[in-house]
């Protein structure tokens, strides 16, 4: 279910604008608006969960198959050498856009620090 009010459901929808890097049944990537990294990817499940806190087995498969795209659209950005894949999930977190997403951050030797 699409939630009007979501920028992210907006852009899974065409909306809004992105830049698109991987779309299939489950879930769509595109480019950060704000690149924290040579390569910043999100991936997003079509379907309107909220954060982390929302995923039950309901819904989880939307989890399973973003993991399953995260290889793919990796491989396809040349980050064999490696990347990190992130969710921040309520506001101790700073999630910011309350549709769930995953970060793909790559392209560089990342901080040894996560927070
Ligand atoms: P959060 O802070 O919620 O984990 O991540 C939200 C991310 O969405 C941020 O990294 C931010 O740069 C990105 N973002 C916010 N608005 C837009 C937008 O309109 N387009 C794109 N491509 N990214 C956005
Ligand atoms: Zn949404």
């Known amino acids: 279910m699409e939630n009007n009010d979501c920028l992210f459901c907006k852009i899974i929808k065409g909306d809004i604008p992105s830049q698109k890097v991987y779309e299939n049944e489950f879930c769509y990537a595109f480019r ?3 690149p924290q990294a040579p390569v910043h990817i999100l991936v997003v499940p079509k379907d309107h969960i909220e954060s982390s806190w929302k995923i039950d087995f309901s819904n989880s498969y939307y989890v399973a198959k973003i993991f399953e795209a995260i290889p793919a659209i990796a491989k396809r950005e040349g980050l064999e050498n490696g990347y990190r ?11 910011t ?15 040894e620090k996560m927070s």
């Open 85 to 95: 894949v992130v969710t921040n999930c309520g506001d101790d977190a700073c999630q």
């Open 97 to 111: 856009v309350k549709h769930l997403h995953f970060h793909i951050l790559g392209g560089e030797k990342l901080s």
């Open 32 to 34: 950060d608006i704000n």
